[in-house]
């Protein structure tokens, strides 16, 4: 049974760890994120992170009630890592673009841990935030609250489907990351147009293309749907001219 979660105050270890810190929420976020990243989903245990943060292993439960909380943490940490900074420009489709684009590209710089966090939802302040954040943007642009809950949802999804996706990519062994990347190169360029006219004709783009994320060009498309949707509601909704 998971131990219960007590509040950060009433929790912090006093003294520091062998290691010479004094453990904290953060701490342990970061140490982990240290080790998914040197070790994978794998080495991440309580046993080996008390390793590393010189503590004991049944410390950590002073902070989280088990693995699975820590990471709804991380992943939290990295929508947080997301946003911070962020600031509207008042033009809706700017600001979901680059709002995805950094949620993407905070997921990217962890990959190990955004193939463990992307599909989770963890209820915590600052995936609540975005949350908060995105629907506000298309609520203030003019959407009505089902397209805007419509919207926010192909957008958050595709987001973190991509997040994963290239994640799963990054965090391939290098020899095997080479390897996929080098069959546009090896196989599908070499097609000949007798049997794949289509694959023939088109390999040089292919070749340029498929080795990167398709990510900026989905959200494109998907805002560009948004837009051409928020014109035509405009279009319906005004109201005929007076005689």
Known sequence: MAKPVVPEEARRRRRPTKNGAVLS???????????????????????????????DPSTLYRYFSGIDDLTLAIGDVLVGRAVAGWKSTGDWRADLRELGLRI??????????????????????????????ILGVLRTAGFTDADAVRIYQAFIDQTLAFAALDAASLALPAAAR??????????????????????AATA????????????????????????AQLGSTARTTKPPRSA
């Open 25 to 55: 929420e953060q701490l342990i976020i970061e140490t982990a994120l240290r080790m998914l990243r040197e070790h994978g989903s794998a080495g991440l245990t309580v046993r080996r992170l008390g390793t590393a943060l010189g503590a």
């Open 178 to 199: 080479e390897a996929d990347e080098e069959v546009w190169r090896a196989t599908y360029a070499r097609l000949p147009a007798t049997t794949h006219p289509h694959i």
């Open 104 to 133: 993407h590209a905070a997921y990217l710089g962890h990959p190990q841990a955004a193939v463990l966090t992307a599909s989770r939802v963890s209820g915590r302040a600052h995936e609540v935030a975005a949350d908060e954040t």
């Open 204 to 227: 040089h783009l292919l070749v340029a293309r498929m080795n990167h994320s398709a990510y900026p060009t989905a959200l494109d498309m998907l805002l560009d749907s948004a837009s």
